[in-house]
T-cell receptor, first 112, second 109 residues
Framework: IAGITQAPTSQILAAGRRMTLRCTQD?????MYWYRQDLGLGLRLIHY???????GKGEVPDGYSVSRANTDDFPLTLASAVPSQTSVYFC???????????FGSGTRLTVV | GQNIDQPTEMTATEGAIVQINCTYQ??????LFWYQQHAGEAPTFLSY??LDGLEEKGRFSSFLSRSKGYSYLLLKELQMKDSASYLC??????????WGAGTKLIIKP
């Protein structure tokens, strides 16, 4: 089934630890995005990639890094997790930057 | 700054009609999207408006007025499965999506 796969589904992480959230799509979409979603707030863009080999910073990039070595994969790394990074993280992709987004099922991350 | 406003929560009755409003102030406009998000799940695409007017898709319709910075999502013949959050998002001049906080719609029998 075509779509986006995120892993893990949920994770409890000790503060200070490094963590990589995985995101893989099989739709050959050019653009990919990482969002965090917190109660009462809209989806906030962390990082994005308009095409393989390029990345850009979104609204809340501090403490996060991404890479886009190929079309399909767009991992998000927390170098040293802090409790304020407790959130639900969604990966999304679109065929072009003007197209509708397809979202992964999300990763619920708790930093303690 | 850029801003998307929509009501936090709405309640409606099964079988009825509900209108969810969205107002926006953004730097430029390249289209407005509505997404549905059931609790604990990912957002899914509902509609896209780039020109003024009404777009109808089954029980759901979406309206846009660019001059007023205003859109609404109209849901007809409400079903219990329509209980969800509805997210309004505007694409700005840099082709970045600006998201509202979402409207939680509660359907009562």
């Amino acid at each position: 089934i075509a779509g986006i796969t995120q892993a893990p589904t949920s994770q409890i992480l000790a503060a200070g630890r490094r963590m990589t959230l995985r995101c893989t799509q099989d739709m050959r979409h050019n653009a990919m995005y990482w969002y965090r979603q917190d109660l009462g707030l809209g989806l906030r863009l962390i990082h994005y990639s308009n095409t393989a080999g390029t990345t850009g910073k979104g609204e809340v990039p501090d403490g996060y890094s991404v890479s886009r070595a190929n079309t399909d994969d767009f991992p998000l790394t927390l170098a040293s997790a802090v409790p304020s990074q407790t959130s639900v993280y969604f990966c999304a992709s679109s065929d072009s930057i003007t197209d509708r987004y397809t979202f992964g099922s999300g990763t619920r991350l708790t930093v303690v | 700054g850029q801003n998307i406003d929509q009501p936090t929560e709405m309640t409606a009755t099964e079988g009825a009609i509900v209108q969810i409003n969205c107002t926006y102030q953004t730097s430029g406009f390249n289209g407005l999207f509505w997404y549905q998000q059931h609790a604990g799940e990912a957002p899914t695409f509902l509609s896209y408006n780039v020109l003024d007017g009404l777009e109808e898709k089954g029980r759901f319709s979406s309206f846009l007025s660019r001059s007023k910075g205003y859109s609404y999502l109209l849901l007809k013949e409400l079903q219990m499965k329509d209980s969800a959050s509805y997210l309004c998002a505007v694409m700005d001049s840099n082709y970045q999506l600006i998201w509202g906080a979402g409207t939680k719609l509660i359907i009562k029998p």
